[in-house]
């Protein structure tokens, strides 16, 4: 069934419905049961492509975080690259909103089914990279420094270099985890639980010998 408002056909897209309510891997739990939805937003090169090369990161390709309050109707964008405000990110974030709200629409959550696109995008403070080839490790500092709960100026474009270290050990330490209990990431299975891993260890964050 075809969605008039939006222009969206959801009976074919299944896969992205399954992220939303919480069938993916990636995604164990809905989106509507949860406050906030953190999600990394790559803006291709294709999309930036009428920038002025002397103004986009140095792939082409730009990574930044928007953090979707659920519940508020509002998504919060968090930019190293470009300044607060700017229209070429908020005009490529605003087709996502679109999407956003025409598949809860879709899914008759509250508060979503009659107000498509609906969504308003805000633009939080934060640091702004130095260099064109760092936008996506300040993409992921921002994001956990506001699951930690701490500000996200603190990161520094000159701490960088340990952000990838840091990022590195964590992976390392991480696989190394998996080795030792026999642990192996599943497959996609629709519907699937993936198991309760109670019995298995914590994860150790040592530095690598």
């Not at 969504?119 to 921002?142: A, E, H, P, V």
């Amino acid at each position: 069934m075809k969605n008039s408002k939006s222009g969206f056909n959801w009976e074919k897209e299944q896969i992205f419905l399954n992220v939303v309510k919480g069938l993916e891997i990636a995604c164990s739990r809905p989106f509507m049961e949860v406050d906030f939805v953190y999600i990394p937003l790559l803006i291709p090169a294709a999309s930036v492509e009428s920038r002025r090369r002397s103004s986009v990161t140095s792939s082409g390709n730009h990574w930044c975080l928007a953090v979707w309050n659920v519940k508020g109707r509002y998504i919060t964008l968090y930019d190293s690259f470009f300044s607060p405000g700017s229209s070429f990110v908020s005009d490529y974030v605003s087709k996502f909103c679109q999407v956003l709200s025409s598949a809860f629409s879709y899914l008759k959550v509250p508060g979503y089914v009659d107000n498509l696109s609906e969504i308003d995008i805000l633009w939080g403070s934060y640091t702004i990279q130095t260099t064109r080839t760092d936008c996506g490790i300040f993409m992921i500092k921002y994001a956990e420094m506001l699951m930690m709960n701490k500000s996200i100026l603190l990161v520094q474009q000159k701490q960088v270099k340990d952000y990838r270290k840091q990022l590195a050990v964590d992976l390392w330490s991480h696989s190394t985890w998996k080795q030792q209990n026999g642990y192996e990431t599943p497959l996609e299975m629709l519907d699937h639980d993936y198991g309760d891993h109670k019995h298995v260890q914590p994860i150790c964050h040592s530095q690598p010998e």
